[in-house]
């Protein structure tokens, strides 16, 4: 009956449950959208897996929801993206696609903004390596369109739209020896979350901010959801994030401290 946030998170309802806290302490709405070709339930049914992977079609539905949950008579009064890991990049995307979205946040944790960084860290056989070549049809040396135009890297526009209208984004990351071994560097490096942050720092004409702990995999949202929400400007906490905030500006060079492993020369290329 009276206005109340509400909480969008993507992938699926293993990264549903990751939120339940967050949802919880601001007495928020939930809403988990799931891309209809996914069987996963859990951690026991990883095989059956099968993610959006920035589908524009899926992403375009899920835009959609809010203002349909409100004409069915949801009351909201503001709108926040959060997620880790493949959630936080799903949340990116759509926040980066739909800018008219107007988020009042967008929080990801130990995430990527580029799908071909992303895909170079995968091992030949990975189950996730193996599943992004089935939804998108290929390697990015074969589909290049494709990768590109799925990464949140390519629509760093829409995302400094977002931001210039308001949305507070919150971007963390682990470079941690055990975050970084897992994922080979996939959430950590350069051209995970760093140089694009650079990126946006360009396009705003100020500075960025990002967020880098010694974490284990995600568990700056599990555990230190509170203090992601201060930084959202959400609420306020005595402890902060145990984190260096590193801020990226134009024409400045990155900190070795804010990116663990090289990414592939011949991705950086790419990218210079």
Not at 100 to 113: E, M
Not at 227 to 235: C, I, K
Request: hydrophobic fraction near 45%; glycine fraction near 8%; charged fraction near 20%.
């Amino acid at each position: 009956m009276r206005p109340r946030p509400l909480v969008i998170t993507l992938g699926g309802p293993v990264y549903c449950g990751q939120v339940t806290a967050v949802v919880r302490y601001l007495h928020a709405s939930l809403v988990c959208p799931d891309y209809g070709r996914d069987g996963e339930r859990s951690g026991a049914s990883r095989a059956r897996r099968v993610e959006d992977w920035g589908d524009p079609a899926y992403l375009d539905a899920v835009a959609r929801i809010p203002d349909r949950l409100e004409r069915q008579g949801l009351k909201v009064s503001e709108l926040i993206l959060v997620g880790a890991s493949y959630a936080g990049y799903a949340a990116a995307e759509l926040a980066a696609t739909h800018p008219g979205l107007h988020p009042r946040a967008l929080i990801i944790v130990d995430s990527f903004l580029d799908l071909r960084a992303r895909f170079r860290a995968l091992a030949p056989g990975q189950p996730t390596r193996t599943e992004m070549i089935h939804v998108l049809g290929g390697t990015p040396a074969q589909r290049p369109w494709a990768y590109a135009t799925r990464s949140p890297s390519a629509h760093l526009a829409g995302l400094a739209a977002a931001v210039e209208h308001g949305t507070r984004f919150v971007d963390v990351w682990s470079v941690g020896v055990a975050a970084a071994h897992e994922f080979k560097g996939a959430m950590c490096s350069r051209l995970a979350n760093a140089l694009w942050l650079r990126r946006l720092a360009q396009l705003l004409h100020r500075p960025v901010t990002g967020y880098v702990t010694q974490l284990r995999h995600a568990t700056a949202l599990w555990d230190w959801w509170l203090q992601l929400l201060a930084l959202a400007g959400l609420t306020t906490t005595r402890h902060g994030l145990p984190a260096t905030a590193f801020t990226f500006q134009q024409g400045k060079a990155l900190s070795p401290g804010s990116y663990c492993r090289t990414a592939p020369r011949t991705l950086l290329r790419t990218q210079h």
